[in-house]
């Protein structure tokens, strides 16, 4: 019966059933952020799903600013193999041996991906690994770096335009605040392959960024979107800073979302075959 009546509302009353599952995402949202650390961990075993979803067994899926591999790996097992990109050289060592051990087809790049090709200087809180930037203005960093010892590590740069592909299926994107220059860097691998698009955007970072970002993919034919529970992705024209970028811990009833899922125009009819792909959009 609940079904029958989602049907009824998507075809007759497509605006308010919208704003029917957006506010039921808020009240949900706001009802689990109360438990933080389980909220975050619950979106991002969400978000793995539907990254899982995203693969295809034919082609190759990317992962960069890899960390410890943990995508890498959800990745590989669903795609014909990954290739990760991880500039400190000893994350990129454990990603190699957790490959080798798992028997699993990632391929580790042992660099950053920019706008152009060369040598930089990284940067790293020691004991935030997940902090690590490029970015010298990358405002969550420098919060870190008051209270911890900062590690400069001297890396390579490459640009994901310099490599070649296949087929590329997923990009995983988490640069910490580096997005613009990759994507500079990544025109034409991404105007050749379409792939899906999976990337952090955080304002902590870089003040904007949730707006900047949004507005180069969009350069690129790309359409944005929100994990809003199971199966649902809810479009970016209903995200605002306000309701769903707030600083954590700032309240209770705070929602923070800095993971987005991009599409380009030309694959996004495909994916919203729901039979195929279990995927609800929410536009």
Same mark, same amino acid.
């Not at 001297?154 to 910490?176: C, G, P, Q, W």
């Given at each position: 019966?609940?079904? /029958?009546?989602?049907?009824?509302?998507?075809?007759?009353?497509? &605006?308010?059933?919208?704003?029917?599952?957006?506010?039921?995402?808020?009240?949900?949202?706001?009802? #689990?952020?109360?438990?933080?650390?389980?909220?975050? =961990?619950?979106?991002?075993?969400?978000?793995?799903?539907?990254? /899982?979803?995203?693969?295809?067994?034919?082609?190759?899926?990317?992962?960069?600013?890899? !960390?410890?591999?943990? =995508?890498?790996?959800?990745?590989?097992?669903?795609?014909?193999?990954?290739?990760?990109?991880?500039?400190?050289?000893?994350?990129?060592?454990?990603?190699?041996?957790?490959?080798?051990?798992?028997?699993?087809?990632?391929? =580790?790049?042992?660099?950053?991906?920019? !706008?152009?090709?060369?040598?930089?200087?990284?940067?790293?809180? %020691?004991?935030?690994?997940?902090?690590?930037?490029?970015?010298?203005? !990358?405002?969550?960093?420098?919060?870190? #770096?008051?209270?911890?010892?900062?590690?400069?590590?001297?890396?390579?740069?490459?640009?994901?335009?310099? &490599? %070649?592909?296949? #087929?590329?299926?997923?990009?995983?994107?988490?640069?910490?605040?580096?997005?613009?220059?990759?994507?500079?860097?990544?025109?034409?691998?991404?105007?050749?392959?379409?792939?899906?698009?999976?990337?952090?955007?955080? !304002?902590?970072?870089?003040?904007?960024?949730?707006?900047?970002?949004?507005?180069?993919?969009? @350069?690129?034919?790309?359409?944005? &979107?929100?994990?809003?529970?199971?199966?649902?992705?809810?479009?970016?024209? &209903?995200?605002?800073?306000?309701?769903?970028?707030?600083?954590?811990?700032?309240?209770?009833?705070?929602?923070?979302?800095?993971?987005?899922?991009?599409?380009?125009? @030309? %694959?996004?009819?495909?994916?919203?075959?729901?039979?195929?792909?279990?995927?609800?959009?929410?536009?």
């Amino acid at each position: 019966m609940q079904k /029958k009546i989602s049907l009824f509302l998507d075809k007759y009353f497509p &605006y308010l059933h919208n704003t029917i599952k957006l506010h039921r995402f808020l009240v949900r949202a706001r009802k #689990a952020s109360s438990l933080e650390t389980r909220y975050a =961990v619950e979106l991002k075993q969400i978000q793995n799903q539907t990254l /899982k979803i995203l693969c295809c067994p034919q082609k190759t899926a990317l992962d960069i600013g890899a !960390n410890y591999g943990t =995508v890498s790996y959800l990745l590989a097992q669903n795609s014909k193999d990954v290739i990760a990109f991880e500039p400190l050289p000893l994350l990129a060592r454990y990603i190699e041996k957790l490959a080798h051990k798992a028997k699993l087809p990632i391929r =580790v790049e042992n660099c950053a991906l920019s !706008n152009e090709d060369g040598e930089a200087v990284i940067q790293t809180p %020691r004991g935030y690994n997940g902090c690590t930037t490029l970015e010298q203005d !990358n405002n969550h960093f420098l919060s870190l #770096a008051k209270y911890s010892e900062v590690i400069r590590t001297k890396i390579k740069l490459r640009t994901l335009d310099s &490599y %070649r592909f296949d #087929a590329l299926s997923v990009i995983k994107i988490d640069v910490e605040g580096h997005q613009a220059p990759l994507l500079d860097g990544a025109k034409k691998t991404i105007a050749t392959h379409k792939p899906h698009i999976f990337i952090e955007i955080d !304002n902590t970072q870089h003040p904007e960024s949730t707006k900047t970002i949004p507005l180069i993919l969009k @350069d690129m034919d790309y359409i944005g &979107y929100f994990q809003g529970g199971p199966g649902l992705l809810i479009s970016m024209k &209903y995200f605002t800073d306000e309701q769903f970028h707030r600083p954590p811990r700032k309240d209770k009833n705070h929602v923070w979302i800095n993971d987005f899922f991009f599409f380009h125009k @030309d %694959r996004i009819a495909e994916l919203k075959d729901t039979e195929k792909y279990g995927i609800e959009f929410l536009d």
